[in-house]
T-cell receptor, first 113, second 112 residues
Framework: SAVISQKPSRDICQRGTSLTIQCQVD?????MFWYRQQPGQSLTLIAT?????????ESGFVIDKFPISRPNLTFSTLTVSNMSPEDSSIYLC??????????FGEGSWLTVV | GQQLNQSPQSMFIQEGEDVSMNCTSS?????WLWYKQDPGEGPVLLIA?????ELTSNGRLTAQFGITRKDSFLNISASIPSDVGIYFC????????????FGQGTTLQVKP
């Protein structure tokens, strides 16, 4: 399995601001993903972070709100833009190994006030 | 979006008891994964299943990929207090994407 490190682990953000979450993996991986887990809910895929090209977003998520970068095979960032209290969630970076085995980071816990 | 139907939603059991939870879907899945999430942490992979009918164990945990490819179960034997947490099933419908569809989670509480 991979060691997946996320920063920040927690943050309290002001409404209307933006926050960038970083995800660092200890080995090169082909596929990286960003998930959101709203309070008391299950996980939902935001987008697939593609190395060297634009991310692939799931229905209900757009690039203007959640811009993603993936400059290389071990690093990705997710920005939550113009935050509102509804964006208070856990944001999770994940990677795929051996095709369909998905591992998660510890998450970035965002509270928007 | 589509979700997996996971049950039960919550369980409160006595230490030493066995636990069973399951996920069902109206669609076929190619992979089933079971995760545990402790408070303040990300989901940790427990068991991954890749073939219909596959039965896999990880210590006191056993999971099976249903032969219809539309369901999976997770059993925990002889539960202990550290088994407390939220258990999620998840699956892939397509083998060429990493998109996981998650169940709603089963919250397990164990009474010492």
């Amino acid at each position: 399995s991979a060691v997946i490190s996320q920063k920040p682990s927690r943050d309290i953000c002001q409404r209307g601001t933006s926050l960038t979450i970083q995800c660092q993996v200890d080995s090169q991986v082909t596929m990286m993903f960003w998930y959101r887990q709203q309070p008391g809910q299950s996980l939902t895929l935001i987008a697939t972070a593609n190395q060297g090209s634009e991310a692939t977003y799931e229905s209900g998520f757009v690039i203007d709100k959640f811009p993603i970068s993936r400059p290389n095979l071990t690093f990705s960032t997710l920005t939550v833009s113009n935050m509102s209290p509804e964006d208070s969630s856990i944001y999770l970076c994940s990677v795929a190994y051996s095709g369909n085995t998905i591992y998660f980071g510890e998450g970035s816990w965002l509270t928007v006030v | 979006g589509q979700q997996l139907n996971q049950s039960p939603q919550s369980m409160f059991i006595q230490e030493g008891e066995d636990v069973s939870m399951n996920c069902t879907s109206s669609s076929i899945f190619n992979t089933w994964l079971w995760y545990k999430q402790d408070p303040g942490e990300g989901p940790v992979l427990l068991i991954a299943l890749y073939k219909a009918g596959e039965l896999t164990s990880n210590g006191r945990l056993t999971a099976q990929f249903g032969i219809t490819r539309k369901d999976s179960f997770l059993n925990i034997s002889a539960s202990i207090p550290s088994d407390v947490g939220i258990y999620f099933c998840a699956g892939h419908q397509s083998s060429n994407t990493g998109k996981l569809i998650f169940g709603q989670g089963t919250t397990l509480q164990v009474k010492p």
